[in-house]
């Protein structure tokens, strides 16, 4: 009834099938669905990779092709069609582990493709055996990992979504479990049984057809396809490592065919050469940074994927390993989007936008800009990114702007990006460093960096807000705190006025003065405890006086002549006259020599040295003992209620001398090395008409 055919008329008339099939479908979209998506377009890609590898199959005992060549564009088939198992069935998952199985769908075709290359060029094609063993098992490898796909999709889709995409399941079920069972086959008997083999094309044609139904089901598969830039970035280091890699078996071989006794040898040396060559290559963040750069100037529409942008800015800023405050954590998550490697923070606080951290940027230096200075008004008034590049380029872009010269300063910085919260309310800026690769800025990056910002404005806001919430809690438990031993005092005072009332009439009998004696020592111990915790903490409103710097410092030095070790007078001002509280002043001076004497020991060194300084005045009190870090000066030492004394401080006599110091139009330096000493100095505005200067410190002051 059939017609006796021989093996090579049934293999021609199999894939021939096929290849009509396939190709039908595919004029079937184009000229019947209208293939317009892009989802769309990637399937009919498939069924037209697949209908021209039909024909090259069928016209494969014509021409002779060798072994190696139909396994490469076996392997290329079966790619296209796990990356279309993997892109173009509905996303109904966006979980980390179905991102990784997207991923894998492009790698692992590119691994198998990538050696399979490599065996061409080192045979130079010249096999005509069967399959190679790598090849069965990269087959079968992506066959079962074709079937994981489609499993885990339509078992992740709901009821609605399976109506669409059951039918392209099938069929890509049917083409993997089909090969799987074939290699599998292979694989255990060492070849490939001959009918398996010629049905294939048949077997392939039958669900051509469930893949044009499940197009014509699909209309909305644009709106679902969303390839990342991740894996699109992934896929062509794999290609682009691939491609080197069979570059490299090429030299290599070339090197084998001199007749030479050092050919082996060579050949080694190159391949592992140019192996780490192209490790060093991979793990260079400044090569990926340009590839990235490359890769989205040429071949993508956008430079960023949105959507994991902002999951990874969610994470980044949430993230607490326990190595980065939420300070670092904020510059990291605007730095790394651009591939900046280093960057700093200034907030707004006390009036002033202050040095916060940095990450990576060493050259960071602790400076201030002045709220209402050139730089905050225009970055307030503008909004803009500050382009270091662009300014120095173009200029007049910036309104007549002039960067300060410490930004000019910081090795590398490139922008300074303005951070807002509410109704654009300045609270900060950002400097970054030039990125890894550098680019030049565009609307995208610009769009990016503004979104960020305001993110992480509004997040650095509430850090601030939570900050000074917490400050203001710990001044009412302190508050608490003084009114029970102003309560106490007021006690002992009552009961020394009530022996002074019985004093006349009592103080000649011995029993009175017995008990006055006991009640004046039971007063006075009470008295040295409350002193003790409240530490002359308490404060008024302070009058200013026109004070001689010399004289205040001189009876600071007489009044702790006896105490240990014993401060040395150093310099002086040739009488320069500040505005201030003298007896505030005297005890501010006295709280930093106390804690200059604790910090040293009786052995130690302690000098107070008054000199004339920028149109003002310097106190500094120097000591060689512990010293501080410069993250505890910058976190930790101006912070109220932080005490490195445990129960013997209350943690606010550095915080007081800086208020006094700034109250009085002044400020605080601070230098100091652990194990090597501290100098702490108290810079002070001096009265024009005295005789160290006539003008009034204004803005930052050098160090």
């Keep these: ?326 300070y670092e954590r904020a510059i990291r998550a605007i730095a790394e989007p651009v591939d900046s490697p280093a960057g700093a923070l200034w907030l707004a606080r006390d009036g002033r936008f202050t040095y916060v951290t940095d990450w990576n940027m060493t050259s960071a230096v602790d400076v201030f800009e002045r709220e209402d200075g050139a730089l905050a008004d225009y970055l307030a008034r503008t909004g803009w990114v500050i382009d270091r590049e662009e300014f120095e380029r173009d200029p007049a872009k910036y309104d007549g702007l002039a960067l300060p010269p410490w930004f000019l300063g910081l090795e590398r910085a490139r922008f300074i990006i303005p951070l807002f919260a509410g109704q654009r309310r300045l609270v900060g800026f950002l400097v970054l460093a030039e990125p890894r690769a550098s680019f030049e800025l565009n609307w995208e990056e610009i769009d990016l960096l503004k979104a960020f910002a305001q993110q992480v404005g509004v997040y650095l806001d509430y850090q601030e807000a939570n900050r000074a919430l917490t400050q203001a809690r710990q001044f009412e438990a302190f508050n608490r705190l003084t009114a029970f031993l102003m309560h106490d005092l007021k006690n002992i005072a009552g009961q020394q006025s009530l022996m002074l009332e019985n004093a006349e009439r009592h103080k000649k009998n011995p029993a009175f003065v017995d008990d006055m004696i006991a009640t004046i020592d039971h007063s006075v111990t009470r008295m040295r405890g409350l002193l003790n915790q409240l530490q002359k903490v308490s404060r008024s409103e302070h009058r200013t006086e026109r004070v001689d710097v010399d004289a205040a410092v001189d009876q600071l030095i007489g009044d702790l002549a006896s105490t240990r070790p014993t401060p040395v007078r150093r310099g002086s001002t040739s009488g320069a006259v500040v505005d201030a509280d003298r007896d505030r002043l005297i005890m501010v001076l006295r709280h930093v020599v106390r804690n200059a004497q604790d910090a040293t020991g009786d052995d130690g060194r302690v000098e107070v040295e008054t000199r004339a300084r920028d149109g003002g005045v310097e106190i500094a009190v120097s000591d060689n003992g512990e010293g501080m870090t410069a993250a505890f000066i910058r976190d930790s030492l101006f912070q109220p209620f932080v005490s490195t004394k445990s129960a013997r401080g209350m943690g606010i006599g550095a915080y007081q001398v800086r208020d006094f110091a700034r109250s009085s139009g002044g400020d605080v330096i601070v230098d100091s090395t652990p194990g090597q000493g501290t100098r702490f100095a108290i810079v002070l505005p001096v009265v024009a008409d005295s005789a160290a200067g006539t003008d009034l410190i204004q803005g930052s002051i050098d160090p």
């Design 1 to 326: 009834m059939f017609p006796d055919l021989n093996l090579t008329q049934i293999w021609l008339l199999s894939n021939g099938i096929g290849a009509v099939a396939f190709l039908a479908v595919a004029a079937f979209m184009v000229f019947g669905v209208h293939a317009r998506h892009a989802a769309s377009r990637l399937l009919l890609a498939a069924c037209v990779v697949s209908a021209g590898w039909f024909t090259f199959l069928a016209a494969a005992p014509l021409v002779s092709i060798s072994g190696p060549w139909l396994d490469v564009i076996e392997t290329a088939r079966t790619g296209f069609w796990l990356v279309t198992a993997a892109w173009v069935v509905p996303r109904v998952s966006n979980s980390l582990r179905h991102c990784w199985l997207r991923g894998l769908a492009a790698a692992i075709p590119a691994l198998v493709l990538s050696y399979l290359l490599w065996r061409v060029v080192a045979e130079g094609g010249a096999t005509t055996g069967g399959h190679s063993m790598v090849f069965t098992i990269g087959a079968l490898v992506m066959s079962l990992y074709g079937l994981v796909l489609v499993e885990q999709t339509y078992r992740a889709s709901g009821l609605d979504a399976r109506w669409a995409v059951k039918y392209l399941c099938l069929a890509l079920a049917t083409i993997f479990a089909y090969d799987f069972v074939m290699y599998s086959g292979a694989l255990v008997a060492h070849r490939i049984a001959l009918s398996v083999w010629n049905a294939r094309g048949a077997v392939n044609a039958l669900v051509a057809p469930l893949i044009g139904l499940a197009a014509v089901r699909n209309a909305q598969w644009s709106a679902r396809l969303s390839v990342s830039n991740q894996v699109i970035f992934g896929t062509g280091a794999l290609i682009v490592a691939g491609a080197y890699l069979m570059i490299v078996a090429g030299g290599s071989t070339y090197i084998r065919r001199f007749d030479s006794s050092w050919a082996e040898v060579g050949a080694l040396l190159f391949t592992i050469m140019s192996t780490l060559l192209l490790v060093v290559f991979f793990l260079s963040g400044q090569v990926r940074g340009y590839a990235r750069v490359m890769l989205h100037k040429h071949l993508l529409p956008y430079r960023y994927d949105y959507r994991e942008q902002w999951l990874a800015l969610t994470r980044r800023l949430s993230r607490d390993d326990g190595d980065s405050d939420v």
